[in-house]
C-alpha cells in the first residue's frame, strides 16, 4: 500500500466534496455530531482543525466556535469558513485562550499525534470550563498499525484500557467510551 497524501493534504486538496462520499469521514462526523449535539456547546473548539471542516459543520449551534492547528495552511482554511470565528496556528499544549474559555473541545483523531498525551490533555483542562466536556476520538488497536499511521505522524493508537487510564490521569472523568467501526473487522 502506497500512502501519498498526509490528512492535512488531502484536506486541503478534497474539501467538503470528497468527505461527502467518503466512508469514514461521514461516520466519524455522524459520531462526532451526536456528541457535540449532546454536549450543546456556547463555546466549541476543535483542537487540531485541519480544514475547519468538522468544526464549520458541528459548530453551527455555538457563540463562539474556534480551532487550532499546527498546520498554518489548514487553519489558514479553517479561518475563512463561515461558521469558524476564529482560527489560529499553534501548540495544542501552548494554547493562546485564557483558562476556562470553552464549554466543549473536540480532539479528532488528535492524541495519537502525541507520543506523551497527558501535556495535551492537561492544557485542554486549562481551556475548558470546570463542567465542560471533552470529546475524543482517536484510532483503536495497535495491531492494525499500517502505513496510514506512519505517513501522518502517528504515534500511537489506542484500546479502551489505554484510555480509559490515560484520561483521567489529567482530570477528567470518562463518561462513555466505545469502538466505532469495529464489527466490519475480520
Known sequence: VTVSTTLHEYERESGEEQAKNDY?????RGILEQWVIDCNPDALLDLGCGSGYL???LGTGASLVAGAD???S???LASARPNVDS???GDATKLPYKSDTFDCILLGDVMEHFEEPLPLLQESSRVLHSNGELIISVPAFRWL???HDEHNNHT???TMNRL???VPRAGFTLMEHRYTNFFPLP
Do not use: C, L
Not at 469514514?24 to 466519524?28: I, L, P
Open 24 to 28: 469514514w469521514a461521514q461516520t466519524r
Open 55 to 57: 468544526a464549520n459543520y
Open 70 to 72: 499546527i498546520d498554518a
Open 74 to 76: 489548514s487553519v489558514s
Open 87 to 89: 482560527a489560529v496556528v
Open 145 to 147: 498499525w499500517g502505513p
Open 156 to 158: 500511537d493508537r489506542y
Open 164 to 166: 480509559s487510564n490515560t
